[in-house]
């Protein structure tokens, strides 16, 4: 993990609870001897992931996740993935200005994990993995046919950030098998959705709990008078 230096931190336990003293490493990002990515992106979990299909300037289909993703404005709607490195994901979308965004699911995790491999640019990901892909319905890029939602995005821009690129992509159609859906909405045990944290760990069959959302200061004494 590379030099740290610890000093003494106050841990509570809750409101109203007794305080102790623990030990809490600093890890300085600018530090040669230190992977930060890999602590960066131990602690930032779990995060979604982009399993992002594009087609080359050739033609050529490529299938990546990307777990640096989330939305970035809710109207209109643009997503946003981050590709780590100059990747075949970044060089299709530029050159195309096309993706989608195909759900990872718990039960496609070898698939999403194989697809993380670095195969060639005149390798197509569906073709070598032998996941079907089938046609998404306003841009070129297929969709993952076994995926229970696609994203259909326009590359609305592209920002250079140091080793990486910010994608932003306006949202032109979502498409969600039925199966998945509860009164017309998608529900997150059905989807079931993958997500990476740590090292080679990913997150699988989350526990959901559903609690209101205060909307203004009297809300959260009423909610503590019932609990």
């Known amino acids: 993990m ?18 102790d003293r623990g030990m809490r490493t600093e890890i300085d990002p600018a530090d040669p001897a230190v992977n930060f990515y890999r602590m960066l992106t131990a602690v930032v979990v779990p995060r979604p992931i982009a399993w992002v299909s594009t087609l080359s300037e050739d033609g050529v289909p490529n299938l990546a996740p990307h777990s640096f ?30 993706f989608v965004v195909n759900l990872a699911t718990a039960r496609l995790l070898d698939e999403v994990n194989d697809s993380a491999a670095r195969f060639a640019p005149e390798q197509s990901e569906p073709d070598e993995l032998g996941i079907v892909m089938e046609p998404s319905k306003r841009v070129a890029p297929a969709r993952v046919a076994a995926s229970p939602v696609s994203i259909e995005c326009r590359l609305h821009s592209a920002t250079e950030l140091g080793d990486s690129t910010l994608v932003l992509g306006d949202v032109v159609l979502m498409t969600v098998d039925e199966d998945v859906l509860v009164d017309g909405h998608p529900e997150y045990d059905l989807l079931d959705p993958l997500a990476r944290l740590g090292k080679d760990e990913w997150a699988l069959h989350a526990e959901v709990r559903s609690i209101p959302r205060p909307q203004r200061p009297e809300d959260i004494q009423d909610h503590q008078r019932r609990d």
């Not at 404005?73 to 096309?98: H, M, Q």
């Open 69 to 98: 993703y989330s939305v970035a404005c809710a109207r209109p709607p643009i997503v946003l993935f981050t590709s780590v490195g100059r990747k075949d994901t970044l060089r299709n979308v530029r050159a195309t200005g096309e």
């Open 2 to 19: 590379g030099r740290g230096h610890h000093e003494a931190s106050t841990r509570s336990r809750g409101p109203g609870a007794s305080y």
